[in-house]
């Protein structure tokens, strides 16, 4: 018995369409899908890459401040340690001068009362002399 000739036919004609389909369609899309996920996987890799790079300049930026961090830190200290000497120098110098402008003022007070001392001295001498020319009527000798 002979197959029947139609069901070479529908055979053939599947083959026919398979390979058609395999060329025309099956293939190009494959080749779509392939050159996708290449991409795909190369953008993956590129944006791990800049994840990594970024996280680098994060670290670098994160070490930069901390040592400016530091640098501004000493230089505040410094700065204020600064400050506190010139304070207690101007305090130093202010105390000397208050001293010295306590001694003068005490050296003039004496000068003044020994003057004060002299003259009522001779003030009481010159009154005392006007006292007895009144009692006595004429100058004391």
Do not use: C, Y
Request: zero cysteines.
């Amino acid at each position: 018995m002979l197959p029947n000739l139609s069901l070479l036919w529908v055979v053939a004609l599947v083959l026919i369409l398979v390979v058609v389909l395999d060329r025309l369609l099956f293939t190009p899309i494959v080749r779509v899908i392939e050159e996708r996920e290449r991409r795909v996987a190369a953008a993956r890799d590129l944006a791990e890459q800049s994840g990594a790079r970024a996280e680098t300049a994060a670290a670098e930026v994160e070490s930069k401040t901390a040592a400016a961090r530091a640098e501004l830190s000493r230089l505040l200290e410094e700065r204020r340690r600064r400050a506190l000497e010139h304070r207690a120098d101007l305090l130093a110098r202010t105390r000397q001068e208050a001293e010295l402008m306590v001694a003068a003022a005490a050296e003039r007070l004496r000068a003044e009362a020994a003057e004060a001392r002299a003259q009522l001295g001779r003030e009481a001498d010159s009154l005392g002399a006007a006292i007895a020319e009144r009692i006595l009527g004429h100058p004391a000798a």
